[in-house]
């Protein structure tokens, strides 16, 4: 890549900055000696895909770059700044396009498509560029002003582009780096509701301890490496290299880059997040059926962050032979969960309650929350207070018979119909955006129960005689 002239003034300037920030910086070592982009020129990720060109394609399909388009956050935004009177301000553009608001250019985010699209989103310039996390939520996360490019690289080849060090915070091998994701990904609502709580749930798990064998930062889970060249530059050799997709559960709505391979990465991720089981209690008239769920994946509590938001339930039909003795969960792609009416329904969500107890769907309405997660693996052990048992029961009533098959699977939707038709009914959200909300199967539970598959064994929660699925491996 050619890069623009330098004259001799600017050139002098960008040597002292340099120079400031080799002395000057907390979290990194010596950065390397650079003149190159401009502050402004480091803003655009653009900038940086002739020699990062995998990190920039990464990127580019994920929910970080989608962060200050997705029509649902606009919509929602839109919504709060007219119902609070604008008292919503920048709250919630403070992480979906925080160079924007940092550069003074939005102050409630409504003006988004006015400016650069490269400072819509989370973006590489404010990731590598954070010298030091101030807090555990709402974005807490200082910048640097040295132009240098914080990375997990100790001995980063020099490059015409720009300065770079290493920082433990950009370290996924270093503890403290789930502090810089951790607290953009934890949220109190100025009401002082404690939201989002992705963060919280890791430093509650044993992910979070000092324990080699048990440690696992955020970006050991979500930024999985491999070997390649960190850059297209020269001097480079193959080193460790970090995925910068990042899927989760949420996929653009509106054409996007990579949509379908991203789509791909989010079924992959959710196909190993839960395992189930079940056991059934028969009796002549009917049959208990135990179900358990468990977070073999997640460093936190599933769902997780936007819990409000997202609905995993439990798919469970009953038959005696062809006829369907008891059924729950089932849902078609466009029907609402939360409104199923179902009332054995197993779904695991937040629900946002205002002063007077009724659900509400906007943050800015809640007083408080309360709800049902799937915990990861608690930090405290066992007989502590704090502990969790990860392996969560639901019992199911079945009449009309012994059932000889029970089939279970576990679903998932970003965001189900009733906030999705709430938006669209208040006239801020696009109806166009109701198709495209995905509802994904998780393949890892689905399980089909039958007498001759299972093996008696005492159920964990009736601790009675039961027949059990899958078969324990002995
Ligand atoms: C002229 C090519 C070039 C351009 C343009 C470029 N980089 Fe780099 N960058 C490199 C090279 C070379 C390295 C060092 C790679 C190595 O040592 O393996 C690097 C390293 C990095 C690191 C790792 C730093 C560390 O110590 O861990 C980050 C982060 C980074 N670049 C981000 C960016 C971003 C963001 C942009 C766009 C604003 C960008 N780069 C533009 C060539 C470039
Ligand atoms: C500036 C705040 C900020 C920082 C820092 C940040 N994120 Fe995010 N992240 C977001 C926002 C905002 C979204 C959601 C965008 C959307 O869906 O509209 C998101 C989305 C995600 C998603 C996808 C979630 C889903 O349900 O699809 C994952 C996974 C994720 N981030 C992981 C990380 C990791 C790992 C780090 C640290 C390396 C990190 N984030 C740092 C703000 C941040
Ligand atoms: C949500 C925060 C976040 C965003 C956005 C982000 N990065 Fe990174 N990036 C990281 C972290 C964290 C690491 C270090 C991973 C490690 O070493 O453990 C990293 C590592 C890198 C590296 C060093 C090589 C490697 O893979 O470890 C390069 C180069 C890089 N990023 C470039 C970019 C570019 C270019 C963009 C935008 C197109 C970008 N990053 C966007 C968080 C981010
Ligand atoms: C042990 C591995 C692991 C660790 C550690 C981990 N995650 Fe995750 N995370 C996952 C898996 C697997 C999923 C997919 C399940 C899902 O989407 O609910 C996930 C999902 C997510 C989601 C989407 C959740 C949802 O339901 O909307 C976000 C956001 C996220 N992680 C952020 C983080 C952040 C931030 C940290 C660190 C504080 C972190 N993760 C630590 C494995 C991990
Ligand atoms: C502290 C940073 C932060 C603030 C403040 C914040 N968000 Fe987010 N937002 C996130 C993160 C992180 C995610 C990804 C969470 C996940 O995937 O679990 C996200 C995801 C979303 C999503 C997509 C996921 C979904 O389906 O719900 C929407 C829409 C959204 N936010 C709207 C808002 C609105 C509206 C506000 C203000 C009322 C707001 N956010 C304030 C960080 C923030």
């Known amino acids: 890549m050619r890069l623009p002239p330098v004259d001799r003034r600017r050139r002098a300037a960008l040597i002292l900055a340099a120079l400031l920030a080799a002395c000057g910086s907390e979290t990194g070592t010596e950065p390397s000696e650079n003149e190159g982009l401009s502050a402004e020129a480091l803003l ?34 839109r919504r709060g700044q007219r119902e609070t009177g604008g008292a919503l301000g920048d709250f919630c553009i403070q992480c979906h396009a925080p160079l924007a608001v940092r550069m003074g250019l939005t102050s409630d985010g409504q003006n988004l498509d006015e400016l650069p699209a490269h400072l819509r989103g989370v973006t590489c310039a404010w990731c590598h560029q954070i010298e030091a996390v101030e807090g555990t939520h709402n974005n807490p996360l200082r910048l640097a002003t040295d132009r240098v490019l914080r990375g ?42 404690h939201l989002e ?38 001097g480079v050799r193959v080193r460790r290299v970090h995925d910068h997709s990042m899927p989760g559960v949420d ?33 002549p008239t009917g049959a208990q059926v135990e179900v358990y769920l468990e977070n073999v994946a997640a460093g936190h509590g599933v769902p997780s962050g936007a819990t409000q938001d997202r609905r995993l339930w439990v798919e469970l039909v009953a038959y005696a032979g062809d006829q369907v003795l008891h059924q729950s969960g089932v849902v078609g792609d466009g029907e609402s969960v939360t409104t199923l009416g179902d009332p054995d329904l197993w779904l695991l969500r937040d629900r946002m309650l205002n002063a007077a107890g009724d659900e509400v769907h906007m943050f800015w309405e809640a007083a408080r929350v309360e709800g049902e997660q799937l915990p990861a693996p608690s930090l405290a052990p066992p007989g502590d207070p704090a502990y969790v048992n990860v392996h ?69 929660l009736s601790r009675r005689e039961a027949l059990c699925v899958p078969r324990l491996a002995r």
């Open 44 to 77: 655009d990720p653009a900038a940086c895909k002739d020699c990062h060109p995998d990190h920039y394609r990464q990127w580019s399909g994920s929910m970080h770059a989608y962060a200050g388009e997705d029509p649902v956050f606009r919509a929602m935004n």
């Open 392 to 460: 969560v029961p639901r019992r199911y009533v079945v009449e009309g018979g012994p059932p000889d098959r029970v089939t279970v699977r576990a679903r998932m939707r970003p965001m189900d119909f009733d906030v999705i038709d709430d938006l669209i009914a208040s006239g801020d959200l696009d109806p166009a955006v109701r198709d495209r909300i995905p509802t994904f199967t998780l393949a890892g539970s689905v399980l089909e129960w039958t007498p001759e598959a299972a093996e008696r064994r005492v159920s964990p």
């Open 197 to 234: 709580r992705t963060y919280a749930e890791w430093q509650a798990s044993q992910y979070s301890s000092d324990d080699p064998q048990l440690r696992n930062t955020c970006g050991a889970c979500h930024m999985p490496g491999r070997n390649a060249p960190a850059a297209d530059a020269p």
């Open 152 to 193: 997990g690289i100790r001995d980063p080849v020099p490059n015409s582009a720009h300065a770079a060090a290493y920082s433990p915070l950009h370290d996924r091998d270093d503890l403290r780096s789930s502090s810089l994701c951790g607290s953009c990904h934890d949220i109190v609502t100025p009401a002082g509701v």
């Open 251 to 283: 996929i653009a709505l509106t054409p996007f880059p990579e949509a379908e391979a991203q789509r791909e990465r989010v079924q992959a991720e959710l196909d190993t997040l839960l395992t189930t089981e079940i056991c059934v209690l028969t009796a």
